[in-house]
């Protein structure tokens, strides 16, 4: 099943990326690019959406941050 989540990445102070997200609870990922750290969220998420089937995540969330829309196959 698809599903759109959506991402909160932002540059922190070292230079690299962190992405969490409102929509699957505990996801935060980390990388050295945006494209990195997108695919790590990507992997997390689907890690988390597995870990919590039967249990609908809840859905629905910002200088040098974005929310990025990001469908997992779960």
Known sequence: MERIINL???KLPEGVYLATSNDVQGL???????QET???ARDVAKKLIEAQQGNEP???QAGETFD???I???
């Open 8 to 10: 909160h990445v932002e």
């Open 28 to 34: 935060i990922a980390q990388g050295r690019t945006i």
């Open 38 to 40: 997108i695919e790590i």
């Open 58 to 60: 809840p859905l629905p």
């Open 68 to 70: 990025y829309p990001l």
């Open 72 to 74: 997992v196959n779960a």
